[in-house]
């Protein structure tokens, strides 16, 4: 074959290829209006999946929930790993591609809370329905919602719910399966219960770390002057503010918690804070934790506590180009459901993939309002489009919609 026919025939790859993906552009509305009748089964098995605690290091008792699902839906390999990931599979007309579908299993919340989902006609309230009971529901349903509009893909759909993934965890569960699995994944959509229009295509830098402070038990008060945990920690926070932060690239330190003291009239001996160091620069976040672990060395020696630095989690920034197509192509749907895309990077599951090279975008459901608070809710209406946003984009991919030329 020569040149002018090597042109030609990428040509024509090219004309088939943009009729494949405006064809499932034309189809969405179809989508919306069919998957009206399988939002109630979605939003029944949300609440059974929220209401098993899944706190991370313990979602067990939720992975044998959802590889039940699977094994009743008759999925290839349902099963449960020793990190207790569970997976299932959909195979394809010709099963040559693996494209992977994630959503992550462990919730913020612990055995103490109660997880009772209370349905109201416009919106179902519980803590984790959003993070990431509706995520996991959605992942449970997935050949049910695949089998009412008929769809078949020539790919395998490798179904995965994933361990380990929030706080301490570190994505732990997910890394095992891509550190474990015989095929290489050609594509992989991560499930969000919120928000709609979400679409997390790369990672920012972030080190998400601890700050323990503790005082001895034979603690000499009278020389070191000292009047409790708060007030050190409380400097803390304000050296860690001092900090200068470039604007560009992009850097910020979230204080998220601080824990101490037990009562009005006891002097707090421990004290406790989380943050997170974000930045578009790798570079930037490394020095930036080790700047912290100076303030808290510099604490210990000042005050005679023990002040330590524990890295929790680190994320490495990158991911793919806002040009890229599967990027492009779920903008596109979006746009053609009416909804505003939002683009934003994202410290969740997203960034292990793209530690191993696997084109991913992580992707909301519907909306919903208080995220990570026990009246955690989300709208019923808006299911139906992100269930037609997933279907939508999955035939995309699988039609090479999302390849790179």
């Not at 080190?207 to 008060?221: F, K, V």
Request: charged letters at 25%; proline letters at 4%; one cysteine or more.
């Amino acid at each position: 074959m020569n040149d002018n026919e090597q042109k030609l025939l990428f040509l024509i790859i090219l004309i088939n290829m943009k009729a494949h993906c405006d064809t499932v552009l034309e189809e969405l509305d179809d989508y919306v209006a069919q998957l009206e009748d399988i939002r109630e089964t979605v939003l029944s098995t949300m609440v059974m999946v929220n209401e098993i605690p899944a706190p991370t290091f313990k979602e067990r008792n939720r992975a044998n929930f959802l590889v039940d699902r699977f094994s009743e839906l008759e999925m290839l390999n349902a099963s449960v790993d020793e990190k207790d990931n569970v997976l299932g599979i959909i195979p394809g007309r010709q099963g040559d591609r693996d494209i992977l579908v994630a959503a992550h299993l462990d919730s913020l919340f612990d055995e103490t809370v109660d997880h009772t989902v209370t349905l109201e006609p416009e919106i179902a309230i519980g803590p984790g329905v959003s993070d990431n009971s509706l995520g996991v529901a959605v992942l449970g349903t997935l050949p049910l919602i695949m089998d009412r509009i008929g769809l078949e893909l020539d790919a395998n759909l490798v179904l995965l719910g994933t361990t380990r993934s929030l706080g301490s965890g570190d994505l732990e569960g997910l890394r095992f399966v891509l550190n474990n699995y015989k095929r290489p994944f050609v594509s992989a959509v991560c499930l969000e219960g919120v928000r709609i229009g979400r679409l997390s295509f790369s990672s920012i830098g972030m080190l998400r770390g601890e700050l323990s402070y503790r005082i001895p038990e034979q603690y000499d008060w009278t020389k070191f002057d000292s009047v409790g945990a708060i007030v050190d920690m409380n400097d803390m926070i304000n050296r860690i503010l001092e900090i200068p932060l470039p604007r560009k690239p992009k850097t910020t330190i979230v204080l998220g918690q601080m824990e101490a003291g037990t009562s009005y009239n006891t002097l707090p001996t421990k004290a406790r804070l989380r943050f997170e160091i974000r930045s578009e620069s790798d570079e930037i976040v490394s020095k930036l934790a080790t700047h912290i672990t100076y303030l808290a060395e510099e604490m210990t020696s000042k005050t005679g506590a023990l002040v330590r630095f524990k890295e929790i989690a680190r994320r490495k920034q990158g991911g793919t180009d806002f040009s890229h197509p599967l990027n492009t192509i779920g903008r596109e749907i979006l746009k053609k459901l009416g909804v505003t895309p939002r683009i934003t990077p994202s410290t969740s599951e997203v960034a292990a993939l793209i530690d191993k090279g696997i084109p991913a975008v992580t992707i909301g459901l519907t909306k919903g309002e208080n995220a990570g608070e026990l009246d955690e809710s989300v709208e019923i209406a808006p299911i139906s489009k992100g269930l037609a946003q997933l279907v939508a984009l999955l035939k995309a991919i699988d039609m090479g919609c999302s390849n790179e030329s």
